[in-house]
């Protein structure tokens, strides 16, 4: 059993108030403003998703999962991959597990077949929990995950992945896998790339910074998007994560983004002088 690391801090402890915030971000100003709807599983899709606490966060978060909402259905089990940045620097370079996860509104299995198929497959990947223990960037998507099936929108198992190493040749090397897998064993998959943008950066700064990002996002360029967070300096945590996915999406044959929201938490709390930008995009 994965205990939660961070309700209460990045999010509720308390299950009632965790669903009144989720809500709450749904209908927030910055968020999509209506609540998630039953749609149907026609494709794999992919998400850029923010992992940073849901009162900044939050509202455009809830736009990746009102979009996962329409194109879920609860007839069928969907494969969640979940790939976040390691913040805490334990555990193996890329790591899975399969234990049990525990938030608040219950518990979260794994795809143990995946799992297993995963890191056995891919030699970079270790089986590894202690990278997880304490490791956020994944936690946070879970209770968003359960408010929809609680709303019996989805049904789910995730498959949590956590990149410590995040250099292209790895993160290419994970989504080729990523996608492998799910064929093999012909999964309905949605794969989550849990990130923030730029990390305390002035706004005007942060906003040229992430649209460079967000571009390269958007044309579905993972050489790009490596070699601009570097060559710009820029503190996106999950950038890995993000070529990740964008590479397994392209390995399954779907490659066109659209940006879903855009804002940073001084959008939030009116102060701009150091904000963290946050995005949320589908690709399908």
Not at 166 to 171: F, I, L, P, R
Request: charged share 20%; net charge negative.
């Amino acid at each position: 059993m994965r205990y939660p690391a961070v309700a209460g801090m990045f999010y509720p402890s308390n299950p009632h108030e965790l669903i009144e915030m989720i809500e709450h971000c749904y209908m927030h100003r910055l968020g999509p403003k209506d609540m998630p709807s039953l749609g149907c599983y026609e494709k794999p899709i992919g998400l850029i998703c923010p992992h940073a606490g849901y009162v900044y966060s939050g509202p455009i978060k809830a736009h990746s999962y009102y979009a996962l909402s329409k194109r879920s259905d609860p007839m069928e089990e969907t494969t969640v991959v979940i790939l976040g940045p390691n913040h805490t620097g334990l555990g193996s370079g890329v790591s899975v597990m399969d234990d049990v996860w525990k938030t608040p509104l219950g518990e979260v299995e794994a795809d143990k077949e995946f799992v297993n198929l995963l890191w056995r497959e891919c030699e970079i990947i270790d089986l590894d929990e202690t990278a997880h223990l304490n490791e956020h960037s994944i936690e946070v998507q879970l209770p968003f995950l359960q408010h929809l099936e609680m709303l019996n929108i989805i049904k789910f198992k995730i498959v949590p992945i956590c990149m410590m190493f995040q250099d292209y040749e790895t993160a290419v090397e994970v989504g080729y896998f990523i996608a492998k897998i799910a064929e093999e064993l012909n999964r309905r998959v949605v794969i989550i790339a849990s990130t923030d943008l730029s990390h305390y950066e002035p706004q005007e700064i942060a906003n040229k910074k992430d649209m460079i990002v967000i571009r390269d996002i958007l044309n579905m360029d993972e050489k790009q998007l490596y070699e601009d967070v570097v060559n710009y300096n820029i503190s996106m945590c999950g950038y890995g994560p993000a070529i990740a996915m964008m590479r397994a999406m392209k390995e399954l044959g779907y490659g066109e983004a659209r940006l879903l929201a855009y804002a940073t938490s001084g959008d939030v709390s009116g102060d701009y002088s150091a904000v963290v930008g946050y995005s949320s995009i589908i690709v399908e």
